[in-house]
C-alpha cells in the first residue's frame, strides 16, 4: 500500500491525499483548492498528480474549499466513483462549491478582460485565455455522488476498506478519518486529522480523540504557535471595538470565512449584546454565501456543544441580534463603502484574496480610524498575508492602496488547533502510531512542529514532498 502527497504537502492549502491498495484500489482523501490567486496555483489547481478516471472513491474530512473546492473538477475530468462525507459537510458544500463555481466564472472573465487590453504582451508570452476550473453547471453531477454519513460508526466503503468519522471540532461536520484496510489477512489502521478544531470553542463539540492508528496524516497549521485563552479573547475583542467604533468613529473590517468563522464571530457578538456588554453599533455581514451558510448551521443541531444548545433556551436565534444585519445584494454592499458610520464589517473572504472583503479594503484602508482585524490563518502570498508580513501598501483592483489602518491579529479566533492542543488530539495513539506524516503547514512551521513532537514522544515524523509517494508495510 502506498500514499502518495498531492496537496497541501510543505503548504496550507489544496489538501489531497492518494491511498493506493496492492489490489489497485485507489482511495483519495480530500480534493482541495489551492487558494493563494496567484499564477502558480491556477496552474497547480489545472493539474493532477494522479488520472482522475482511476480513482475509486474520494472521502471529505470537511467543507472548506481548500479541502474540497477541486471536487467538481474531478468529477469533470473523469471521476465516477463516490464521495464519502459527514451528512453537514455534504450539506455545506452544496452552497460552497456553487460559490466557488460562480468565482472561478467571474475571475476567468476578469483575466480574459484585462488580456484582451494587452494584445502585444499576449503575443508575446504567448498568453491564452482562462476558462474556469468549472462552472455552476458542473456543481449537480458533483453533488450526485457524494454519500453521507453519521459519525462513530465503522461503515464498509469496499470489501478491503471500513471507513469511521469522528467528530474533529473545526468545522460543522468537520471529521477526523478513521480506515481500516486489509491486505493478504492483515489490516493496517490509517488516520487523517482533516483539520483539527478546539477544545472550550463556542458553537461546535469539542475534537473527539484521535482513533488508533498504525500511520497518520496530521495537519500542521498551527504547529509552532499557541493560541490566547478565550477570556482574553473576548476582552480584547471588545477592546479593538470599542477603540475603532466608539473612540474613532471609524469601521472595524473583519475578514472572515464566509462558514464557520463568520458564525463564530456573529454567535460572540450575539451573546455581548445579550449579556450588555456589546455598543450600540450597526453591524453588517456582507456575504451572501454566510447567509445560506448560517441556514445550514440551523439545520444541523446534531453538531452543536452543550454550551450552545443551553443559549438556545435563553435566545432561540444565536446567530441574529437587533443591529446585525445580513447584505446580499451588490448595491447594499457598495453602499456600505460610502457610509461613514461607525460600524463593524464581517466580509469574505479570511484570506482576502477575493471577494467583498477587497472592496472595504479599497475604500477604508488608507483610512487611520479604520481597524482591519484579522482573524484567521492567511497564505503569505495572499493580500492577507502580505498585510500580516508588515507592508505599507497592498495593490486592489490595479491601485496601490497605502495601509494607514490600524492592524490587528487575534489568532485564538483560529479554529485550527495550536501545537498542544494537536499533541493532546494525538495522545491516545503517541505510542502505537509507526510514523506520522505533516502536511496542511508552512514548511518552516512543519520544522518546528516536526521537533516539538520529537519532545513530546512521537517518533518516525515526516514532512513529505509535493508528489512524494511513500510505501507503507503492516
Same mark, same amino acid.
Given at each position: 500500500?502506498?500514499?502518495?502527497?498531492?496537496?497541501?504537502? &510543505?503548504?496550507?492549502?489544496?489538501?489531497?491525499?492518494?491511498?493506493?491498495?496492492?489490489?489497485?484500489? =485507489? $482511495?483519495?482523501?480530500?480534493?482541495?483548492?489551492?487558494?493563494?490567486?496567484?499564477?502558480?496555483?491556477?496552474?497547480?489547481?489545472?493539474?493532477?498528480?494522479?488520472?482522475?478516471?482511476?480513482?475509486?472513491?474520494? $472521502?471529505?474530512?470537511?467543507?472548506?474549499?481548500?479541502?474540497?473546492?477541486?471536487?467538481?473538477?474531478?468529477?469533470?475530468?473523469?471521476?465516477?466513483?463516490?464521495?464519502?462525507?459527514?451528512?453537514?459537510?455534504?450539506?455545506?458544500?452544496?452552497?460552497?462549491?456553487?460559490?466557488?463555481?460562480?468565482?472561478?466564472?467571474?475571475?476567468?472573465?476578469?483575466?480574459?478582460?484585462?488580456?484582451?487590453?494587452?494584445?502585444?504582451?499576449?503575443?508575446?508570452?504567448?498568453?491564452? =485565455? &482562462?476558462?474556469?476550473?468549472?462552472?455552476?453547471?458542473?456543481?449537480?453531477?458533483? %453533488?450526485?455522488?457524494? !454519500?453521507?454519513?453519521?459519525?462513530?460508526?465503522?461503515?464498509?466503503?469496499?470489501?478491503?476498506?471500513?471507513? &469511521?468519522?469522528?467528530?474533529?471540532?473545526?468545522?460543522?461536520?468537520?471529521?477526523?478519518?478513521?480506515?481500516?484496510?486489509?491486505?493478504?489477512?492483515?489490516?493496517?489502521?490509517?488516520?487523517?486529522?482533516?483539520?483539527?478544531?478546539?477544545?472550550?470553542?463556542?458553537?461546535? !463539540?469539542?475534537?473527539?480523540?484521535?482513533?488508533?492508528?498504525?500511520?497518520?496524516?496530521?495537519?500542521?497549521?498551527?504547529?509552532?504557535?499557541?493560541?490566547?485563552?478565550?477570556?482574553?479573547?473576548?476582552?480584547? #475583542?471588545?477592546?479593538?471595538? !470599542?477603540?475603532?467604533?466608539? /473612540?474613532?468613529?471609524?469601521?472595524?473590517?473583519?475578514?472572515? #470565512?464566509?462558514?464557520? !468563522?463568520?458564525?463564530?464571530?456573529?454567535? %460572540?457578538?450575539?451573546?455581548?449584546?445579550?449579556?450588555?456588554?456589546?455598543?450600540?453599533?450597526?453591524?453588517?455581514?456582507?456575504?451572501?454565501?454566510?447567509?445560506?451558510?448560517?441556514?445550514? #448551521?440551523?439545520?444541523?443541531? /446534531?453538531?452543536?456543544?452543550?454550551?450552545?444548545? /443551553?443559549?438556545?433556551?435563553?435566545?432561540?436565534?444565536?446567530?441574529?441580534?437587533?443591529?446585525?444585519?445580513?447584505?446580499?445584494?451588490?448595491?447594499?454592499?457598495?453602499?456600505?463603502?460610502?457610509?461613514?458610520?461607525?460600524?463593524? $464589517?464581517?466580509?469574505?473572504?479570511?484570506?482576502?484574496?477575493?471577494?467583498? $472583503?477587497?472592496?472595504? %479594503?479599497?475604500?477604508?484602508?488608507?483610512?487611520?480610524?479604520?481597524?482591519?482585524?484579522?482573524?484567521?490563518?492567511?497564505?503569505?502570498?495572499?493580500?492577507?498575508?502580505?498585510?500580516?508580513?508588515?507592508?505599507?501598501?497592498?495593490?486592489?483592483? +490595479?491601485?496601490?492602496?497605502?495601509?494607514?489602518? &490600524?492592524?490587528?491579529? %487575534?489568532?485564538?479566533?483560529?479554529?485550527?488547533?495550536?501545537?498542544?492542543?494537536?499533541?493532546?488530539?494525538?495522545?491516545?495513539?503517541?505510542?502505537?502510531?509507526?510514523?506520522?506524516?505533516?502536511?496542511? +503547514?508552512?514548511?518552516?512551521?512543519?520544522?518546528? #512542529?516536526?521537533?516539538?513532537?520529537?519532545?513530546?514522544?512521537?517518533?518516525?515524523?515526516?514532512?513529505?514532498?509535493?508528489?512524494?509517494?511513500? /510505501?507503507?508495510?503492516?
Amino acid at each position: 500500500m502506498k500514499i502518495k502527497f498531492c496537496g497541501a504537502a &510543505r503548504n496550507v492549502t489544496g489538501s489531497s491525499h492518494l491511498i493506493t491498495l496492492d489490489s489497485g484500489y =485507489k $482511495i483519495l482523501l480530500d480534493c482541495g483548492l489551492y487558494q493563494g490567486g496567484g499564477k502558480a496555483d491556477w496552474i497547480s489547481n489545472n493539474d493532477w498528480y494522479f488520472d482522475p478516471r482511476e480513482i475509486d472513491c474520494l $472521502i471529505l474530512s470537511h467543507a472548506h474549499i481548500d479541502h474540497t473546492g477541486r471536487v467538481p473538477k474531478l468529477v469533470k475530468d473523469g471521476f465516477s466513483g463516490c464521495i464519502h462525507s459527514t451528512h453537514a459537510t455534504r450539506s455545506l458544500c452544496a452552497i460552497m462549491l456553487l460559490d466557488s463555481a460562480k468565482i472561478q466564472e467571474r475571475e476567468a472573465e476578469y483575466y480574459n478582460k484585462r488580456l484582451a487590453k494587452k494584445k502585444k504582451k499576449r503575443k508575446k508570452k504567448n498568453l491564452k =485565455k &482562462r476558462e474556469p476550473l468549472y462552472t455552476s453547471k458542473d456543481i449537480v453531477p458533483a %453533488m450526485e455522488k457524494y !454519500r453521507a454519513y453519521e459519525y462513530d460508526k465503522w461503515i464498509k466503503i469496499h470489501d478491503q476498506v471500513e471507513l &469511521r468519522f469522528n467528530d474533529a471540532g473545526h468545522l460543522l461536520g468537520s471529521a477526523s478519518v478513521n480506515l481500516k484496510i486489509t491486505e493478504g489477512g492483515k489490516t493496517i489502521r490509517l488516520g487523517f486529522t482533516g483539520d483539527i478544531g478546539r477544545p472550550d470553542r463556542p458553537i461546535l !463539540r469539542d475534537p473527539q480523540l484521535m482513533e488508533e492508528s498504525d500511520y497518520l496524516i496530521c495537519e500542521s497549521t498551527y504547529g509552532d504557535k499557541e493560541h490566547e485563552s478565550n477570556p482574553e479573547q473576548t476582552d480584547r #475583542f471588545l477592546q479593538i471595538i !470599542r477603540e475603532t467604533c466608539i /473612540e474613532n468613529k471609524g469601521k472595524l473590517l473583519i475578514p472572515a #470565512f464566509s462558514v464557520g !468563522r463568520t458564525q463564530e464571530l456573529v454567535y %460572540m457578538l450575539d451573546k455581548l449584546e445579550t449579556n450588555g456588554k456589546l455598543p450600540k453599533i450597526p453591524v453588517y455581514v456582507d456575504s451572501p454565501l454566510s447567509v445560506n451558510a448560517t441556514q445550514v #448551521f440551523g439545520a444541523h443541531p /446534531e453538531c452543536f456543544d452543550n454550551a450552545l444548545n /443551553e443559549y438556545l433556551l435563553i435566545d432561540e436565534n444565536p446567530f441574529g441580534f437587533n443591529d446585525l444585519k445580513y447584505v446580499r445584494s451588490v448595491d447594499e454592499s457598495k453602499s456600505l463603502n460610502a457610509s461613514k458610520e461607525a460600524a463593524i $464589517i464581517i466580509s469574505s473572504s479570511g484570506m482576502m484574496n477575493a471577494g467583498r $472583503i477587497r472592496h472595504h %479594503m479599497f475604500n477604508n484602508l488608507a483610512n487611520p480610524n479604520t481597524t482591519l482585524l484579522i482573524v484567521g490563518y492567511c497564505s503569505p502570498d495572499t493580500a492577507g498575508g502580505i498585510i500580516k508580513a508588515g507592508a505599507e501598501s497592498i495593490k486592489l483592483f +490595479g491601485e496601490q492602496i497605502t495601509i494607514n489602518a &490600524r492592524i490587528e491579529l %487575534m489568532h485564538s479566533f483560529s479554529a485550527h488547533a495550536d501545537r498542544k492542543e494537536i499533541v493532546k488530539f494525538l495522545k491516545p495513539i503517541k505510542k502505537q502510531v509507526k510514523a506520522t506524516f505533516l502536511v496542511h +503547514g508552512e514548511y518552516d512551521t512543519q520544522k518546528k #512542529f516536526k521537533k516539538y513532537l520529537s519532545k513530546n514522544g512521537f517518533s518516525n515524523v515526516n514532512i513529505p514532498e509535493l508528489g512524494e509517494e511513500i /510505501e507503507l508495510k503492516p
